[in-house]
């Protein structure tokens, strides 16, 4: 099986831009869940989605916000930028009921 | 916020020798995972200890797990240049649901192991 994918890899984006990063999870997991890492904060939990269906959220502000798609895909968007949000964002996803997880290769976002 | 704290923050050590890393946690726990990170890419996860086991092995890693201190440790034994990455403990909600998205990590140790 095909591991998970995220698109793009890399971002440069300017303070107060939007942006849009995506995350196809393995064949199979309906569970994908978002992290933000940097080194100041190490890793955080942003939100997960399960069948469509947002089952949590951490601790970030409302311009942090995500959908997952019927084939279980799931974009995160980030509205007005912040030179703080520069970060890796890694996806996530799991077998429900299992509680391993698979994580893509990261987006590494800069904001300038 | 993080789980909890890992120690040591930076470990170095020659190959061949073994590398002991630590975590600790606050909540209640029903399993409790490791995972590495090389260089700023995407975590691989290593082993899954769950709250009633007290010690798991796989390969060269040997985890630990003592819920009465809240504490797990993880050891890699006759380590190579390839270990070189940083490692994490994670710790998920006891009540999961059907779901175990939600993960919270330790700071990690970052590992280097010299040729």
């Known amino acids: 099986k095909a591991g998970v994918t995220q698109t793009p890899r890399y971002l440069i984006k300017t303070r107060g831009q939007q942006v849009t990063l995506s995350c196809s999870p393995i064949?199979?997991?309906?569970?994908v869940s978002w992290y933000q890492q940097t080194p100041g904060q190490g890793l955080q939990f942003l939100f997960e989605y399960f069948s469509e269906t947002q089952r949590n959220k951490g601790n970030f502000p409302g311009r942090f916000s995500g959908r997952q798609f019927s084939n279980s895909r799931s974009e995160m968007n980030v509205s007005t930028l912040e030179l703080g949000d520069s970060a890796l964002y890694l996806c996530?996803?799991?077998?429900?009921?299992?509680?391993?997880?698979?994580f893509g290769p990261g987006t590494r976002l800069t904001v300038t | 916020s993080q789980q909890g704290e890992e120690d040591p923050q930076a470990l170095s050590i020659q190959e061949g020798e073994n590398a002991t890393m630590n975590c600790s946690y606050k909540?209640?726990?029903?399993?409790l995972q490791w995972y590495r990170q090389n260089s700023g890419r995407g975590l691989v996860h290593l082993i899954l200890?769950?709250?009633?086991?007290r010690e798991k092995h796989s390969g060269r890693l040997r985890v630990t797990l003592d819920t009465s201190k809240k504490s797990s440790s993880l050891l890699i034994t006759a380590s190579r240049a390839a270990d070189t990455a940083s490692y994490f403990c994670?710790?998920?909600?006891?009540?999961?649901?059907?779901?175990?998205?939600?993960?919270?990590f330790g700071q990690g140790t970052i590992l280097t192991v010299h040729p």
């Open positions: 909540t209640s726990i029903n399993n």
């Open positions: 996530a996803s799991g077998l429900s009921g299992a509680p391993r997880r698979y």
């Open positions: 994670a710790t998920g909600p006891v009540s999961v649901g059907t779901s175990y998205g939600k993960l919270t």
């Open positions: 064949s199979g997991h309906r569970s």
């Open positions: 200890i769950r709250s009633n086991e």
